[in-house]
C-alpha cells in the first residue's frame, strides 16, 4: 500500500506566477489536509477536504489560495500570483475516517524568486 | 484558540536519555502526538496518547500525559546519532484538524 504522495517534490515559480501542487492520499483514505511550514515553524493547518467538499477551511488565506478533492484523481492545492511569502514546506496528509490518525506525505518545497 | 508550545533545541550524549517537553492549551484535545522530521522529509508518526491515559511505552519511547498541568513529554532512552531530527508534538482538539508545537530540534553528540 503506497503511502500518501506529492508531486512535485520542488517547484520554483516567479512572483506573479501560479503554482498547483498535487496529493494522492492512502488507497481507501478520503479525507486529506492541507499544512505549511514556513522556515523554521511548525506546520499551520490550511484544509480538510472529503472527496468534492470542503469541510473545514479556516486555515486558508483569503485570497489566491484554493483547494480541491474531485471524484476522480488527487487533491490539488492552487496557489494564484504567487508571493516570496508564499515560499514554504506544503504538506498533505491523509486518513480514512475523520478524526482518524493522520499520514502525511513528503511534502512540496515551493520557492517563490 | 489552541496552542501548543515547545522548547527548540536539545543536545544530548549518544547513549543518554533525551527529554522533550509540550505545553497546550486546549483541555479537550483527544489525542496528542509526536512526530518526527528528518531534514528534507515529511512527518513520521512516532507515537500517540489518547487524553485518558498518563503514560505510554513503545519500545525506546517513553510519553507521560499531565492532563491537570497539560504538559506532554518524550523520552527516547539510549538516544542514537539517528534519532537526530526535529520533534512535533501535536494536538487535535477540533477532531479534523492537528495544530503543532513550533518544534524541538534534537542534536545527539558523539
Known amino acids: 500500500n503506497a503511502g500518501v504522495m506529492q508531486n512535485p517534490r520542488h517547484l520554483v515559480r516567479r512572483r506573479g506566477q501560479e503554482a498547483r501542487l498535487r496529493c494522492s492520499p492512502m488507497k481507501g483514505h478520503s479525507h486529506v489536509y492541507w499544512y505549511r511550514q514556513l522556515p523554521e515553524e511548525g506546520l499551520k493547518f490550511m484544509v480538510y477536504l472529503q472527496k468534492e467538499n470542503i469541510i473545514d477551511e479556516s486555515g486558508m488565506p483569503k485570497e489566491r489560495f484554493s483547494a480541491e478533492f474531485p471524484k476522480e484523481g488527487p487533491s490539488i492545492l492552487r496557489i494564484q500570483q504567487v508571493v516570496r511569502g508564499d515560499s514554504a514546506a506544503y504538506f498533505c496528509?491523509?486518513?480514512?475516517?475523520?478524526?482518524?490518525?493522520?499520514?502525511f506525505g513528503p511534502g512540496t518545497r515551493l520557492t517563490v524568486l | 484558540g489552541e496552542d501548543v508550545e515547545q522548547s527548540l533545541f536539545l543536545s544530548v550524549r549518544e547513549g543518554d536519555s533525551s527529554v522533550i517537553n509540550c505545553t497546550y492549551t486546549?483541555?479537550?484535545?483527544?489525542?496528542l502526538y509526536w512526530y518526527k522530521q528528518e531534514p528534507g522529509a515529511g512527518l513520521q508518526l512516532l507515537t500517540y496518547?489518547?487524553?485518558?491515559?498518563d503514560m505510554k511505552q513503545d519500545q525506546r519511547l517513553t510519553v507521560l500525559l499531565n492532563k491537570k498541568d497539560k504538559h506532554l513529554s518524550l523520552r527516547i532512552a539510549d538516544t542514537q546519532t539517528g534519532d537526530s531530527a526535529i520533534y512535533f508534538c501535536a494536538e487535535n482538539s477540533s477532531g479534523d484538524k492537528l495544530t503543532f508545537g513550533t518544534g524541538t530540534r534534537l542534536a545527539v553528540r558523539p
Open positions: 486546549d483541555s479537550s484535545s483527544t489525542y
Open positions: 496528509a491523509s486518513s480514512p475516517f475523520q478524526g482518524d490518525e493522520q499520514f
Open positions: 496518547i489518547f487524553s485518558n491515559m
